[in-house]
């Protein structure tokens, strides 16, 4: 299993990036798949989620609006495009997969997702 994630870099506050997160080794389109962010210091949380089919998605109170999560499951790829990036967005970023039956079995804990990608870093300045 391999998710591989990439798209990071550094940017002004106000700005945009677009993480993708290529996986293999299991089968895509039967996982929820999620973005959880780490900062220095701090937990890691949870930023965005999308069911294995991509109609539903799931946002955390601090980016909705801004973020938006996306896969193609032809190309076993979850994408999040991040817009009007704030300083307070400066993480490491990490893809990651859990298998569910339904997407009402969703979570946004870290600890129960099944397979983690080795992340990419982000960094807004002011």
């Known amino acids: 299993v391999q998710l591989q994630a990439s798209g990071g870099g550094q940017v002004q506050a106000g700005g945009s990036l677009r993480l993708s997160c290529a996986a293999s080794?299991?089968?895509?389109?039967?996982?929820?798949m999620g973005w959880f962010r780490q900062a220095p210091g701090k937990e890691r949380e949870f930023v965005a989620g999308?069911?294995?089919?991509?109609?539903?998605?799931d946002y955390s109170a601090s980016v909705k609006g801004r973020f938006t999560i996306s896969r193609d499951n032809a190309k076993n790829t979850v994408y999040l495009q991040m817009n009007s990036l704030k300083p307070d967005d400066t993480a490491v970023y990490y893809c990651?997969?859990?298998?569910?039956?339904?997407?009402?079995?969703?979570?946004?804990?870290?600890?129960?997702?099944?397979?983690w990608g080795q992340g990419t870093e982000v960094t807004v300045s002011s």
């Open positions: 990651a997969a859990v298998l569910r039956r339904s997407w009402a079995a969703k979570t946004q804990r870290a600890n129960e997702y099944d397979y």
């Open positions: 080794g299991f089968t895509f389109d039967t996982y929820i």
């Open positions: 999308i069911s294995k089919y991509g109609r539903n998605t």
